[in-house]
Nanobody
Framework: QVQLVESGGGLVQAGGSLRLSCELS????????MGWYRQAPGKERELVAS???????NYGDSVKGRFTISRDYSMSRVYLQGNTLKPEDTAVYYC????????????????WGQGTQVTVSS
């Protein structure tokens, strides 16, 4: 069973920084994109940032200019650097990976990590 292993969450003061990491536990046939989403209490899960195998990035409006997503060459690891954190960045952050499992059948996958808590204190 392929897993996404997340690390780097914790308590951060407002104005501070964080760096989250996510790694696929096993290789897959083709990774299309990896990304980070977050969910605050009482709110829906929202996109923080995503990156494709080609390097294209997409950011949620609330983090543009403050967060940066990056990946390693193999796309098996993705990182999220957040700067100038705000209390409203407090949420559980989830890593996501989607792509294709099997070249013969074309079956797709959409995996989620268990989430890592980020708390920004004012």
């Amino acid at each position: 069973q392929v897993q996404l292993v997340e690390s780097g969450g914790g308590l951060v003061q407002a104005g501070g920084s964080l760096r989250l990491s996510c790694e696929l536990s096993e290789s897959v046939y083709l990774i299309v994109a990896m990304g980070w989403y977050r969910q605050a209490p009482g709110k829906e899960r929202e996109l923080v940032a995503s990156i494709t195998s080609g390097g294209s990035t997409n950011y949620g409006d609330s983090v543009k200019g403050r967060f940066t997503i990056s990946r390693d060459y193999s796309m098996s690891r993705v990182y999220l650097q957040g700067n100038t954190l705000k209390p409203e960045d407090t949420a559980v952050y989830y890593c996501n990976s989607r792509g294709y499992k099997d070249p013969s059948s074309g079956s797709q996958y959409d995996y989620w990590g268990q989430g890592t808590q980020v708390t920004v204190s004012s």
